[in-house]
Nanobody, 117 residues
Framework: QVQLVESGGGLVQPGGSLRLSCAASGFTFSIYAMSWYRQAPGKERELVAAISSSGGSTNYADSAKGRFTISRDNAKNTVSLQMDSLKPEDTAVYYC??????????WGQGTQVTVSS
């Protein structure tokens, strides 16, 4: 059974940091590209950051560049998103996604991130 379980969300003040983690099971993690998406209330889900199966390639939304860092540990079947200098507009539910060959596509249930003073 495929599972993606996000953790690490919560309430943080503007300028603060959070580290999200996604634990994967039920599939061969190391051959899947992984990504983080987010969805704010009333808005469409959007890509935040992505990382290739080997971890050798990453890409970020413009809003995340310079503040967020995606990483993965294929030995532990985890992908993480380090978020620094958080802003109120980063408030959203953050989702982990596993994708392979544009066909095998799995999503986690999400973790809430709220940036507020």
């Amino acid at each position: 059974q495929v599972q993606l379980v996000e953790s690490g969300g919560g309430l943080v003040q503007p300028g603060g940091s959070l580290r999200l983690s996604c634990a994967a099971s039920g599939f061969t993690f190391s051959i899947y590209a992984m990504s983080w998406y987010r969805q704010a209330p009333g808005k469409e889900r959007e890509l935040v950051a992505a990382i290739s199966s080997s971890g050798g390639s990453t890409n970020y939304a413009d809003s995340a560049k310079g503040r967020f860092t995606i990483s993965r540990d294929n030995a532990k079947n985890t992908v993480s998103l380090q978020m620094d200098s958080l802003k109120p507009e980063d408030t959203a539910v953050y989702y982990c996604r596993a994708l392979r060959a544009m066909r095998y596509d799995y999503w986690g249930q999400g973790t809430q991130v709220t940036v507020s003073s």
